[in-house]
């Protein structure tokens, strides 16, 4: 982005006043973001119980994943070459209000503590181990922990898994950015060109495409990239405090790590998420049309092929996560089953075979990160 004149006919340059619905392009240029503040209408009563919305195909119309509230009643054409805000819901979590002057993030009510029944192994697993997620900080950040978390997605879960995740987690990042197939400057989401079909099989292109674009735009903005699926449940205090304890001028590499015996680099697996800091990720972007970071290779494995290129082009590997009593911090799988996982998946054992498992209580860190497949409705 080389002019500010791209973003006239959507935004408006603004002095640099500061208030709260500014963002700057590339860090430095001022812009106004008209859909700043955006919120649906939350509705003061519920036609049914939240137990009630957890159930798949429900007919509430007040569970907040209604595909009508998010029906478009103005044009969300951001305009070419747009570059998203990305520390919009940050500001509105500092700001304590949507633009109509409603609490934001939206309240939630004390009967989704009881959602899930008392034997249920999700609640057992948060009580015995306790899992807490460290409450959000209210304070801008102010040292070098700015954290960009991204996620993505398709069009098709906007409505419920992305706009859960707006109301409640997301705030924690100091940025958040949503790569879709459709834009919404709502949200954030944006769509990106890559190479190939958007399908499973091509993940590699568009996992590309999506730290191409960070690194072209916010790589001086942040000193960690955080990147995961839409389906993953995240602690942000507990991500930021843990990746406060690295120093984030120097290359890093954390996830939950992934090693079959024998393999001499192992890698992150992309469903737990993994962050990158600002070092690492130039270091991958200076070498991706390069050989070991296979710039033409069609692929599911991108997890599998962003440590290569790490550990091949930067000599940056993967690094131990657990806490000092060897649980971990990051999950690939969701509460129930890492609480009640008996050791008898031969090809998750092996990939844990170098380092160990630790089974029941003991799966997961008090500080824990991150939970990953969850699904619909439960996000």
């Known amino acids: 982005l080389s002019t500010s004149s791209q973003h006239a006919s959507t ?72 570059v998203p805000d990305v520390t919009m819901l940050r500001r509105m979590f500092l700001d304590g209000h949507d633009a109509n002057g409603n609490p934001w993030p939206p309240p939630l009510d004390d009967e989704l503590c009881n ?20 409450p959000i900080s209210r304070e801008p950040e102010k040292g070098n922990n700015k954290v960009l978390c991204f996620i993505y997605a398709m069009e098709n879960g906007h409505h419920n898994k992305i706009r859960s995740m707006r109301e409640t987690w997301a705030p924690g990042c100091d940025g958040f950015l949503v790569f879709s197939t459709k834009s919404d400057p709502r949200i954030p989401a944006i769509s990106v060109p890559h190479k190939g079909a958007e399908k499973y099989g091509n993940m590699w292109f568009k996992i590309r495409s999506m730290f191409e674009f960070v690194g072209k735009h916010y790589l001086s903005q ?15 205090q507990n991500l930021k405090n843990y990746l406060a304890t690295f120093n ?15 393999n001499r680099t192992g890698f992150n697996t992309g469903g737990a998420g993994y962050a990158l800091t600002r070092p690492s990720l130039q270091c991958m972007l200076d070498h991706y049309d390069e050989a070991p970071c296979n710039p033409w290779k069609k692929s599911s494995a991108e997890d599998v092929l962003t440590a290569r290129c790490l550990a091949k082009a ?50 997961c860190s008090p500080e824990t990160v991150n939970f990953h497949y969850i699904k619909i409705p439960a996000m």
Request: glycine content about 6%.
């Open 11 to 82: 935004e408006q340059q603004i002095p640099s006043e500061n208030p709260r619905n500014v963002y700057y392009i590339n860090g430095t240029i001022p812009v106004v973001n008209k859909w700043y503040g955006w919120q649906p209408e939350i509705p003061k009563s519920m036609d049914c119980t939240w137990q009630q919305c957890l159930v798949k195909d429900h007919n509430c119309t007040t569970c907040r994943d209604s595909l009508e509230d998010m029906k478009n009643t103005t044009s969300l054409d951001p305009g070419k070459d747009w």
């Open 115 to 134: 959602v899930f029944p008392k034997n249920d192994s999700t609640r057992e697993l948060f009580d015995v181990v306790p899992i807490i997620g460290a």
């Open 222 to 236: 942040f000193d960690w990239f955080y990147m995961g699926g839409d389906d993953l449940l995240v602690f942000p």
């Open 248 to 262: 984030s001028s120097e290359p890093h590499y954390l996830g939950r790590r992934f090693k079959t015996l024998g």
């Open 314 to 363: 930067c000599n940056i590997p993967f690094e131990d996560t657990r806490d000092d009593q060897m649980r971990e911090r990051f999950h690939h799988w969701w509460p129930e089953w890492e609480y009640r996982y008996k050791g008898r998946l031969h090809w998750y054992q092996g990939f844990h075979a170098e380092w160990g498992l630790l089974l029941g209580k003991n799966c």
